[in-house]
């Protein structure tokens, strides 16, 4: 099994950044690809960005694309999410999540562990 926590959500004025971390323990072996998702109130949880432990491949969507960065400490077992230029619209609870292969994080049906979120709220 894989143990995922997130930490780093908080609340921050609209044009600011947070960085978001995600430790991963337990048996990380067979995991080499680690995603963000996010979900606002109302609406269905969507994917933000995902990066290959192995390779550091890294895909984004469209919407943060340019703002955010995803990285890993592969000493750690650590993901990061560094937000820039932070919008009222990426108010939502991040989710961390662990997938087999960064093939397989492509969907959100690819992960296979999954955290408890992290609450970020951009002001204005």
């Known amino acids: 099994q894989v143990q995922l926590v997130e930490s780093g959500g908080g609340l921050v004025q609209a044009g600011g950044s947070l960085r978001l971390s995600c430790a991963a323990s337990?048996?990380?072996?067979?995991?080499?690809?680690m995603g963000w998702f996010r979900q606002a109130p109302g609406k269905e949880r969507e994917f933000v960005a995902a990066?290959?432990?192995?390779?550091?491949?890294?895909n984004y969507a469209d919407s943060v694309k340019g703002r955010f960065t995803i990285s890993r400490d592969n000493v750690k077992n650590t993901v990061y999410l560094q937000m820039n230029s932070l919008k009222p619209e990426d108010t939502a609870v991040y989710y961390c999540?662990?997938?087999?292969?960064?093939?397989?994080?492509?969907?959100?049906?690819?992960?296979?562990?999954w955290g408890q979120g992290t609450q970020v709220t951009v002001s204005s």
């Open positions: 999540a662990a997938a087999k292969s960064y093939v397989a994080a492509i969907t959100t049906s690819g992960y296979a562990y």
């Open positions: 990066v290959s432990w192995s390779g550091g491949n890294t």
């Open positions: 337990g048996r990380t072996f067979s995991m080499d690809a």
